[in-house]
């Protein structure tokens, strides 16, 4: 059974710091790009960060450089997002992402909830 379980999401003050971990499990997790989405209140799901299959390319959106990591484990099956200097227009659900594009797969998470307010 293929599960993405997101964790680490919960209320900080602007200027903190997050961690978000996503452990992956039912599916060969060092074959998938990882990618982090979030969904803020009445706007679409964006993209904010991606990692390819070993861990050597990063990309993120423009909104996040340079505050938010993201990184994995694929001993531990795990992908995380380090997010720092968090705004207020960094609330949203986040959501983990594995995609396969070769075999045309993707599966997500259920999503972890950031809320940014002082």
């Known amino acids: 059974q293929v599960q993405l379980v997101e964790s680490g999401g919960g209320l900080v003050q602007p200027g903190g710091s997050l961690r978000l971990s996503c452990a992956a499990s039912?599916?060969?997790?060092?074959?998938?790009?990882m990618k982090w989405y979030r969904q803020a209140p009445g706007k679409e799901r964006e993209l904010v960060a991606a990692v390819t299959r070993d861990g050597g390319v990063k990309s993120y959106a423009e909104s996040v450089k340079g505050r938010f990591t993201i990184s994995r484990d694929n001993v531990r099956k795990t992908v995380y997002l380090q997010m720092n200097s968090l705004q207020l227009e960094d609330t949203a659900v986040y959501y983990c992402?594995?995609?396969?594009?070769?075999?045309?797969?993707?599966?997500w998470g259920q999503g972890t909830q950031v809320t940014v307010s002082s």
């Open positions: 992402k594995a995609e396969d594009l070769g075999a045309n797969i993707e599966y």
């Open positions: 039912g599916f060969t997790f060092h074959y998938y790009i």
